[in-house]
């Protein structure tokens, strides 16, 4: 799963071992996530008009999946199959069923106050945390208008009956501008765009304490962040750089 761009060139790789298969034009990408049910790959996209969860499927053929209002994050549970996105503007978590077109209200009872869910994400059967049981999901809040970031803890069984598990405020607490969020064997993890400073990646400790990761070189714009389930490593997104980095 990571956020999207829209390249003006094909993009070039890097990393030994891989190698760039298909390229497929979709107007102002936001997030996407792979289903390994149906081999798809699932995409929210804000095309002013247009906004709609796609599918894209191995022939690089477009499905639209859902109508939307200024998507962002999306994810795939596992087990399922079924498709999770975000609306930030409208504050309010989607459902898309897999083999399905449309979609339902999944989470809409956050804070009081401007909600803005983001990034949303499952844990696997090899987590080994203690924030969530297996199957679980996160949902990251970007705090604005003064209103604090959150996170959050959800089931992907029954809608709403979210946790609260992490809040902070807006001028003074670690997390500035969320984008994105991943869960790996390891751990929770946060991309955060820091709003004009240099952005970091947070893990998210078992005592709900944040963790600011040291990186070796600057990650300027981190708005997407996925892991590897091979090797537990983190890939981000770098919209500033124009880049994925390891």
């Known amino acids: 799963k990571l956020a999207a761009h829209q390249f003006k060139a094909r993009p070039r790789i890097h990393a030994p071992a891989w190698e760039l298969t298909r390229v497929v034009f979709l107007r102002q990408c936001v997030s996407a996530h792979y289903n390994a049910h149906d081999e798809r790959i699932y995409v929210t996209s804000r095309d002013t008009l247009a906004d709609a969860l796609y599918a894209i499927d191995k022939e690089g053929r477009l499905e639209r999946i859902a109508d939307a209002d200024r998507p962002s994050g999306v994810a795939v549970h596992g087990k399922s199959g079924n498709v999770f996105y975000c609306e930030d503007f409208v504050g309010e978590v989607f459902m898309s069923p897999l083999g399905g077109t449309g979609k339902s209200t999944w989470v809409s009872e956050f804070k009081p106050t401007d909600s803005d869910p983001i990034g949303v994400a499952f844990a696997g059967d090899d987590y080994q945390g203690k924030l969530l049981a297996p199957d679980e999901g996160i949902i990251v809040d970007q705090g604005h208008y003064k209103a604090p970031d959150e996170i959050y803890r959800f089931s992907p ?65 981190p708005i997407g962040i996925t892991t590897d389930p091979r090797t537990g490593q983190l890939f981000i997104t770098d919209m500033h750089d124009k880049r994925i980095v390891q």
Request: hydrophobic share 30%; glycine share 10%; aromatic share 6%.
């Open 157 to 221: 069984k029954t809608p709403e009956g979210e946790e609260l598990l992490y809040s902070d405020g807006q001028d003074d607490g670690p997390l500035v501008a969320p984008f994105d969020v991943t869960i790996g064997k390891s751990g929770v993890f946060i991309a955060d765009t820091q709003l004009g400073e240099p952005g970091c990646i947070f893990r998210m400790n078992d005592d709900r304490s944040l963790t600011r990761l040291q990186t070796n070189e600057p990650i300027h714009e």
